[in-house]
């Protein structure tokens, strides 16, 4: 760093504790013989320093260490020679342990109670990532930081000896000592703890204790707890592994929904790489669009929302991309029952610039593609690229670029008439289905100072749906033929621009204040219909863009407020403009812990939040034919408060913990469709088809998590409520939320059997979702006609209330047993999965209409129960490698 | 867009299951159910049916021995007594009035319906007044609407009561001459034949009605509901779509001023029949009622008409 030298003292655990034996006179009066006669004052130091176990300690921006000197005695003490390169009118001397402080008088001196900073990166050893969430405490004061989400930390403390000890879940501990002068960078590679490596227990946060941090309702969890979890099919999912922790529910059988304590699908925030994706699914919800060997940590808050995140009501789900390995080239390839995928990372230029892209695709309709006219793939890229240009300033692009499309052919043709009066006919209709998003982010990390950290975003995002139908008929006689076309588009799309100014501020080991400004440009065209067909003009439906702006700002401090008492304050400002109309929202947020003792605190949190975006979603299942659409005059944005309170408990040593959290949830402005009506009208405005209400959800949520032995795993309960009230919905009355479910069961399992063997299960149980069904039917009128009274003989269907009935419940076992083998040139798993083992047939939906006939005088209604999904084996092959490190 | 359905279905057929099951769905005690709809210049005439299990199959509906009693401003007015209308196809269990009550319009009028098995059901309603209809007018050019059907443009216009939200339900019944039977001497025999128009507008129930034909709808039913909120107290003109008469025929305009409740229940009862065979993702329409204890709807109206001859 220019014009700022400083000696930065890392040492290991083992070797680099100093010892304390020589100090004072001691240290001065050791004779040496001068190995250097002549050359710069930092030469002749560094000689000392080879000769003795002395380190010298300055700042190298206030003494000139580079003025040629000249030794010529034979021999020396210390004391001589420092007296001799250091005059004592100038410089004065300060000794502590084995090291000497030099500092001119006069200038900057400090008394023993200044202060200075430490502050700089932790990166894993192995792969020169940074570490989100490293605790990095100094033992003799007791105080200590988290570093932030790119793994820069700042640590100020009284000048003098420290003791660091910084710690990140599965890797080995370091402990740093040395003596504190001034503010000093120290960058920290953690190297992998081999016993821990293996699998890690899911954890509030596993460093800080779960205890001592103000996060509530908060679960982080790592790749490598991701994949180790049985899959459908064999192709871990991200979403899937949410899924699994309590308050957080599926949706339907199989599907990768996210609904979480009582919010509908859009109301999760899902953040790849801090840039919100808005479809989160591919193979029409039955698997998500985040590939697990791109994805490094993935963070889910369901309540006490610091005041960074806004834009959703009921979740934050925080996703990092890997940054690809800055020391060795490596990657993974992974073959299963629905997809293949590869990953490879590394550096580009070492320890400056790594790499790491990631691509799938599915793999059916390959196989299928001689059987079948219809087809089906999906494929998703990850981009993540890198530069460090100094310890001030990084650069990250990174980017995601994912697809589904499906098609469906039909073609029949026939013969009329005989001889020259044969008529041949044929007609052919093309289904096409098309979505995807992508999303590309330009990030800068800059240190301002080191108590102050910023990063500046740029990102760019677009999500596109796209339905088409084509229908072609042609009839060939002898003199003539006719030939008639149709096609029918529907499509909508968003684009999203943003620019987004983050601060971290570390203005004292008690506090960390965040803050940050943004402004979105969002381009909504919701619902574009088009039909062109032969022999009549073109039509265009809703074609006009919608543009939406929206600012936010926020502000927030994490501090101390006694030494039993954190607190978690701050404010998320947002403001949205839309045509002719505006809304402001400012969401206070604060959450507080009180450590009861050293084991056990009680949490509570308050959070207002908004929503500038709907999601018109068809009741049954969640399809890209749902439409995100924005705020608009007439429709407001969404708005909730949630309450909590819990308790938070763990035991170190044991591996326990356990987490108890109570929450009440109001939500405003909800919109649902109306009596009715669906995606498939699609040529009318989504205005017109909506109806606005309000929500409420509360429930108590269990969480207990363990390691034992070979065992690892959790346990997670939810007890839950959830109704809706739509003025124009059930008459007016409440009624359960679609997923109401009152009990949800996660019961999650890992032996690790042998080193290379492990086995892991899940069971999940969940109350049966809630449905409207008819219990009664009855002849009614259905009008007047003049003075003529007349019945009308089709019976009416009385649907005594909205989701009156329930499901059966829902449960499920699925294990997998991985085998792991070294190879010559890598590591190969082979993962046998098992889907829903004792096939179970979960209904996913019941169909309640007319199933036979209708005679004309009445229904004939049966219900048929749909279930998908039954026992599903699958097989999966992993290969991991790292290219052998070059010199 | 049925074939994305289509295409989510193929998808996961490998691993679907369907299967027909008795939902426990509680077999509640059957409930009264009544059509009444009654005007000032006809006499009562209820109709009191009860409901079914929703998987019963060759539902008998009717209930013959219901007490039922109509009260005028909380004063009994009359009692009905069951005269079933039989027809070729079908028993319409219909009450009427011995004496030939018919009610008029600024009462409030009260039906107490009771029958052994049954709790009470009552409800109350007032009868509306007439709004007369200004003008009416059919075009004689055919439009083609939807796949099938041939339609003409129509017109409707009337004086819309101010300060106060109105609700109408409008029906044009046709009469025209068929030749079915022959006479000794070979000639045709002219008779009448009535047929209800299908009318058409925007279907889905709401207060702020689209309420120009805008192209979009399909002819659905033969009433048509609409609410004042675009047009209150105004002369206004309704522009609607309806099914081309048959010439030299003659078509009967009625505008049936109705109360709210006979608008919710009208537009949510023509809402689930037309969901029930369209879409297996929408949700069900529960169909409005302003009976206690019961189901269906007892409203007044208050209905004007217009005849024109169909050139």
């Known amino acids: 760093m220019r014009g700022f030298k400083v000696l930065i003292l890392i040492f290991s655990m083992r070797s680099l504790l100093l010892t304390q034996s020589l100090i004072g006179q001691v240290l001065l009066e050791q004779t040496l013989i001068p190995s250097l006669q002549t050359g710069s004052i930092k030469q002749i130091l560094q000689s000392v320093e080879e000769q003795t176990n002395i380190t010298f300690i300055y700042d190298g921006g206030k003494i000139d260490m580079s003025q040629t000197v000249e030794v010529s005695i034979k021999e020396y003490t210390v004391q001589s020679l420092l007296d001799h390169l250091f005059p004592a009118e100038e410089f004065q001397f300060i000794i502590k342990g084995n090291g000497i402080i030099l500092k001119r008088r006069n200038q900057d001196e400090k008394q023993e109670n200044d202060k200075a900073t430490i502050y700089g990166y932790i990166t894993d050893k192995e792969s020169g990532e940074n570490l989100t969430g490293t605790s990095i405490v100094d033992k003799k004061s007791g105080l200590g930081a988290i570093s932030n989400y790119y793994g820069y930390y700042s640590l100020t403390l009284p000048t003098g000896e420290v003791n660091l000890q910084v710690s990140f879940i599965g890797t080995k501990r370091q402990t740093v000592s040395f003596v504190l002068v001034n503010d000093v960078s120290l960058n920290v590679g953690m190297e992998p703890d081999d016993v821990a490596l293996e699998e890690v227990v899911v954890t509030g946060n596993k460093l800080v204790p779960i205890q001592e941090t103000t996060e509530m309702g908060t679960i982080n969890l790592t790749r490598t707890q991701i994949q180790s979890r049985p899959a459908i099919g064999g192709e871990v999912d991200v979403i899937k592994a949410l899924q699994l922790l309590p308050g957080v529910q599926s949706g339907i059988e199989g599907s990768s929904g996210l609904y979480v304590r009582g919010g509908g699908p859009d109301q999760n925030l899902i953040l790849l790489d801090g840039v919100p994706v808005y479809n989160t699914s591919h193979l029409f919800g039955f698997s998500s669009v985040f590939n697990s060997d791109a994805i490094n940590s993935v963070k889910l808050i369901k309540g006490a929302f610091p005041a960074r995140y806004g834009g959703r009501l009921s979740s934050v789900v925080d996703m990092s991309m890997k940054e690809g390995n800055a020391v060795q080239m490596g990657g993974v390839a992974n073959i299963s029952f629905m997809a293949s995928s590869i990953m490879l990372e590394g550096p580009i230029v070492k320890d400056k610039t790594s790499f790491m892209v990631a691509a799938r695709r599915s793999f059916v309709d390959l196989l299928a593609g001689s059987f ?122 968003i684009v999203d621009q943003s620019i987004k100014l983050d601060f971290d501020y570390f203005p004292h080991p008690d506090h960390s204040v965040k803050f940050g400004i943004q402004a979105v440009r969002h381009q909504f065209k919701p619902n574009v219909v088009g039909l062109i067909a032969s022999e009549q003009p073109d039509v265009k439906f809703n074609a006009l863009n919608v543009i939406t702006r929206e600012q936010n700002f926020y502000l927030e401090d994490d501090f101390k407020v006694s030494r039993k008492i954190i607190a978690n304050l701050g404010v998320h400002a947002a403001r949205m403009q839309v045509s002719n109309a505006s809304y402001t929202s400012i969401q206070p947020r604060a959450s507080i812990l009180y450590l009861i003792n050293k084991n056990l605190s009680l949490k509570t949190s308050y959070s207002e939040m908004a929503q500038f975006q709907h999601l018109l979603t068809n009741p049954g299942l969640g399809l890209p034919t749902d439409l995100w659409v924005p705020v608009t005059e007439k429709v407001p944005p969404q708005e909730s408060t949630q309450y909590s309170l819990g308790l938070a408990y763990s035991l170190p040593r044991s591996g326990l913990e356990l987490t108890l959290e109570g929450y009440y949830k109001d939500m405003n402005n909800l919109i649902e469709y109306k009596d009715g009506a669906n995606f498939l009208k699609l040529n009318e405005d989504w205005q017109d088809k909506i109806n606005l209400g309000k929500g409420k959800s509360y429930g108590l949520e269990l969480f207990v998590s363990r390691k034992w032995k070979k065992f690892e795993g959790w346990f997670g309960y939810t007890l839950a409520w959830s109704n809706r009230t739509f003025k124009e919905i059930n008459f007016g009355n409440s009624f359960p939320y679609k997923y109401d479910r009152r009990h949800d069961v996660n019961v999650v399992l890992t032996h690790h059997i042998r080193k290379n063997v492990h086995l892991s299960a899940n069971w999940v149980y969940g109350t049966g979702i809630a449905i409207t069904l008819p219990s009664e039917k009855y002849l009614g009128p259905t009008g007047v006609i003049g003075e003529e009274y007349r019945a009308d003989p089709t019976p009416l269907l009385n649907y005594e209330s909205r989701n009156g009935f329930r499901q059966r419940a829902s449960h499920r076992l699925d294990i997998s047993a991985s085998f792991v083998k070294k190879k010559k040139r890598g590591e190969r798993t082979w993962i046998v999965t098992i889907y829903n083992v004792y096939n179970r047939r979960n209904p996913v939906f019941i169909e309640t209409r007319p199933t036979q006939s209708f005679d004309g005088l009445d229904w004939n209604l049966r219900f048929k129960e749909y279930s998908f999904l039954s026992i599903l084996p699958s097989i999966t092959y992993r290969f991991s490698f790292k290219m052998p490190l070059s010199e | 867009m049925k074939r994305i359905v289509t295409i989510v279905l193929a998808i996961v057929m490998c691993s679907c299951h369907e299967n027909l099951v008795d939902l426990d769905i509680e077999k509640s005690a059957p409930k009264l159910v009544i059509g009444g709809l009654i005007n000032s210049d006809s006499s009562v005439i209820i109709k009191v049916t009860k409901t079914v299990h929703a998987l019963q199959t060759d539902a008998e509906y009717g209930v013959k021995d219901a007490t039922v009693l109509l009260y005028e401003n909380e004063t009994l007015k009359t009692q009905l007594f069951y005269d079933p209308q039989i027809t070729d196809s079908e028993v319409d269990d219909v009450y009427r009035s011995e004496d030939g009550f018919t009610p008029s319009s600024g009462n409030v009028y009260t039906l107490r319906v009771n029958a052994e098995g049954y709790r009470e059901v009552n409800a109350s309603t007032r009868i509306p007044e007439k709004i007369p209809i200004a003008d009416f007018q059919a075009s004689s050019t055919p439009v083609q609407v939807g796949e099938f059907l041939n339609g003409v443009n129509a017109q409707m216009t009337f004086q819309d009561a101010p300060n106060e939200t109105n609700f109408y339900s409008i029906v044009i019944r046709e009469e025209y001459k068929v030749y079915n039977e022959y006479d000794e001497f070979g000639e045709p025999i002219e008779s009448k034949g009535f047929v209800t128009e299908t009318l058409s507008k925007a279907l889905i129930p709401r207060f702020d009605d689209k309420i120009e034909f805008d192209g979009k709808s399909n002819f659905q039913f033969n009433v048509l509901y609409l609410s004042d909120i675009a047009f209150n107290g105004q002369l206004y003109t309704f522009k609607f779509l309806m099914h081309a008469p048959n010439s030299g025929g003659k078509l009967t305009v009625f505008l049936n001023h109705i109360t709210k409740e006979h608008y919710q229940y009208g537009t949510t009862s023509q809402l689930q029949q037309l969901e029930s065979t369209e879409n297996p993702f929408s949700q069900p329409v529960q169909v409005y009622t302003n009976i206690e204890n019961g189901l269906g709807i007892f409203s007044g109206y208050g209905a004007s008409s217009l005849v024109r001859e169909v050139p």
Request: charged share 25%; net charge negative; hydrophobic share 30%.
């Open chain 1, 372 to 493: 079948t006219d219809n087809e089906y793939y999906f494929y998703d890229l990850n981009l993540k690229v890198n530069h460090r240009f100094s310890d001030k300033d990084r650069v990250y692009f990174s980017s995601y670029l994912g697809r589904d499309s499906g098609q469906l052919n039909e073609s029949q043709s026939w013969v009329e008439g005989v001889a020259d009066e044969a008529i041949f006919s044929r007609t052919k209709t093309r289904s096409e289905v098309d979505w995807g998003s992508a999303i590309s982010l330009v990030r800068w990390n800059h240190l301002i100072t080191p108590k102050l950290f910023s990063n500046l975003s740029l990102s760019y995002s677009t999500y596109d749906f796209e339905a088409e139908n084509n229908f072609f008929s042609e009839s060939i006689s002898k003199n003539d033929t006719l030939t008639e076309y149709q096609r029918f588009i529907t499509s909508s799309d």
